[in-house]
């Protein structure tokens, strides 16, 4: 099929498109957006679970995984949420924050260590811990803003993420994000999930974590 021919349907298929509609459709409004946010995530396998003990909820993490170490994405994180921590020295050069948890229960406040930043030490973690920055109750769908200097590449590589989320931050719809969502300030990027890494496009056989975690977990804070 030559391109003139291509463009020729084109051309035809616009003329007999419809019309856009004048006005934006009504996103989805829930009235209790916990819930309907806990619905539509657990729909694409992610878990939700109750962070009113903290410490519990990454516990559980640890159990489920069968690890003993978190990887934090950053200390401001870490502040953000009242995580207590012990002081710990920072380096100037890019670094991976690590809590060790040698019987798979989390304690605060964290014993924290760095680890040079390198490719072979992030491709050896399998548990990373994140915040977002909003979570969308119409699809179940998180945001993250990634730092640069903590490793930007921890929420989508380590095999399991954990994402913490006020309900403060817990948004109706996509609409609402991206009337809230500043572009403009904070972080290096903006990170969308909904639901671990999936796709099914080699013979129509589901794959999770491909491009992606694996397993995704959200604890929804108080």
């Known amino acids: 099929m030559t391109r003139e021919t291509i463009l020729l349907r084109l051309r035809a298929l616009l003329d007999e498109a419809p019309p856009l509609p004048s006005a934006v459709p009504a996103f989805p409004m829930s009235g209790d957006p916990a819930a309907a946010f806990r619905r539509e995530a657990e729909r694409v396998t992610t878990r939700v679970l109750e962070g009113r003990s903290l410490e519990a909820a990454l516990s559980l993490v640890l159990e489920e995984t069968k690890q003993t170490r978190l990887h934090w994405q950053g200390v401001d994180m870490l502040t953000r949420h009242g995580i207590a921590y012990a002081p710990v020295e920072l380096p100037s050069s890019p670094t991976l924050l690590v809590s060790k948890h040698p019987q798979g229960r989390v304690l ?89 890494s999936r796709t099914a496009d080699i013979e129509k056989t589901l794959i999770l974590g491909v491009h992606g975690p694996g397993r995704l977990f959200v604890v929804l804070l108080p």
């Open 108 to 196: 605060f406040p964290l014993e924290l260590e760095t680890e040079p930043y390198s490719r072979s030490a992030v491709a050896e973690v399998q548990v990373s811990v994140g915040s977002a920055v909003y979570g969308v109750a119409e699809t179940g769908t998180i945001v993250e803003t990634v730092e640069s200097g903590w490793g930007r590449v921890l929420p989508i590589l380590a095999p399991c993420h954990v994402t913490l989320l006020s309900r403060s931050r817990l948004l109706e719809n996509h609409a609402e994000l991206f009337r809230t969502l500043d572009l403009n300030s904070g972080g290096s990027a903006r990170l969308l999930m909904t639901g671990p």
